[in-house]
């Protein structure tokens, strides 16, 4: 089950550096499709690239900040907060969030 929604407090410091994360990895995504490479590219390489590259990188990051032996326990943790990070992104995008899976 995706955890609810809760409200950004850009006071508390995992806020604050999620924000901060989040608009990186928008600047560099921006970078990417404004590449030629990118843009000559079929769309559907353009997503499958765009996505694997985002996620390795974005959970290589993760990986490799985390203390050594700790790496089942994260990766229990994207599985299990997958949705509530997919609702995130499009609740910051101003459309509709999916809710749960079924």
């Known amino acids: 089950m ?6 950004f407090d850009p006071t508390a410091d995992a806020d604050a550096v999620a924000d901060l994360a989040r608009i990186e990895v928008g600047n560099a995504a921006l970078r990417v499709v404004n590449a030629m490479r990118y843009r000559k590219a079929n769309p559907r ?4 690239g765009l996505m694997n ?10 990986a490799v900040t985390a203390m050594p032996g700790t790496e089942a326990e994260i990766r229990a943790i ?25």
């Open 53 to 62: 590259g985002l996620m390795v990188g974005a959970l290589g990051c993760i």
């Open 78 to 102: 994207v599985l299990k907060n997958l949705p509530f990070y997919f609702d995130r992104a499009l609740e910051i995008a101003g459309r509709p969030t999916l809710g749960e899976i079924q």
């Open 2 to 7: 995706a955890k609810k929604l809760a409200a």
């Open 45 to 48: 390489d353009q997503f499958e």
